[in-house]
């Protein structure tokens, strides 16, 4: 079956479309190669598909264990591990993202169906984090090696998980030195002030949206995509108003692996004052990691 897939490359940064496969058949030797791909392209389309609920599922497994979602409860009503997403004029995963970054150990792989899209608009885009890395100067991937970042679940009403990664992961696979922060989850640089982190945040969030990172796909129903959580970001473009119906298992993945931290987290120094509100996230973390009511954000 493998030997019949015809691959055909999207963009130079990243993303192939692969025909010629049976995702429904595929067993653990056909994955093994489709890791391959996804090693090579990072994301994969399989365009015309005919994937039921159970096979997505089954075909999930032999990526790894699943989860659906930990607080968007809308999944599949018979399969928990199906997470479905339902919009008719925009506004779903319309932020760059990876998936479930506000988890310590977040998402790896993502398989999603395209269920139902409009003619026109609706595209989904990626972009390969290890190229937006590698693109930065020497001055500023030395500094983002030495930082780490707070995200949290927010955009899901849930502020409150929050967990702190490498701002530069390596990927597991590849080696490859990948940017990991996202406009969606991703809310503080824990070593520099709030200001400064929102001013790097910023030029980061808008920098791995460069086009030349990115790879950008039309749909049609039935195609399968496959990405990689782990060295890219995607996002939705909120421009369609017919019906948009995906369904998305999700691998999980291990604790992204960095650099430790050069600095120690910045909280403001002295007695609290107005401005410390500005710490009150990054303060309510360090003093849950520290146990409540010790440790070094107590004050
Ligand atoms: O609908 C899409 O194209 C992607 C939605 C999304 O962000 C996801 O399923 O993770
Ligand atoms: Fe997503």
Redesign the pocket.
């Known amino acids: 079956m493998i030997e019949q897939a015809q691959v055909k490359r999207l963009a130079s940064a990243l993303g192939a479309e692969i025909r010629g496969v049976d995702l429904a058949a595929v067993g653990p030797e056909e994955a093994e190669q489709v890791r391959a791909w996804i090693r090579d392209f990072k994301v994969l389309l399989f365009p015309d598909q005919s994937l039921s609920a159970a096979e997505h599922v089954t075909l999930g497994r032999l990526f790894g264990e699943l989860e659906g979602h930990p607080h968007l409860v809308d999944s599949h009503q018979d399969l928990q591990q199906i997470?479905e997403?339902r919009a008719s004029r925009g506004g779903?995963?319309d932020e760059w993202?990876s998936?479930l970054s506000f988890l310590p150990e977040p998402a790896e792989i993502?398989i999603?169906k395209m269920v139902k899209c409009p003619d026109v608009g609706g595209d989904?885009l990626w972009a390969n984090l290890a190229l937006a890395f590698a693109s930065l100067s020497e001055p500023m991937r030395d500094l983002c090696e030495g930082l780490t970042a707070l995200h949290n679940a927010e955009p899901h009403g849930r502020p409150e998980v929050m967990t702190v990664h490498p701002m530069v992961r390596t990927h597991p696979e590849t080696g490859e030195k990948v940017l990991f922060v996202n406009e969606h989850f991703t809310r503080r640089i824990v070593e520099l002030s709030l200001a400064e982190s929102e001013m790097l945040l910023g030029y980061l969030k808008t920098w791995v949206g460069d086009s030349r990172f990115t790879v950008r796909y039309h749909w049609t129903a039935g195609t399968v995509a496959f990405w990689d959580n782990r060295c890219t970001q995607?996002m939705?473009l909120s421009d369609f108003e017919e019906e948009r119906v995906?369904q998305?298992v999700t691998v999980m993945g291990d604790k992204p692996e960095g650099a430790e931290p050069r600095w120690s987290p910045y909280l403001r120094p002295g007695v609290r004052s107005d401005t410390s509100r500005h710490d009150r996230l990054l303060r309510k973390y360090l003093r849950e990691q520290a146990g409540e009511g010790g440790g070094q954000a107590s004050s």
Do not use: K, N
């Open positions: 997470l997403l779903v995963a993202h998936d993502s999603m989904t995607h939705v995906i998305r």
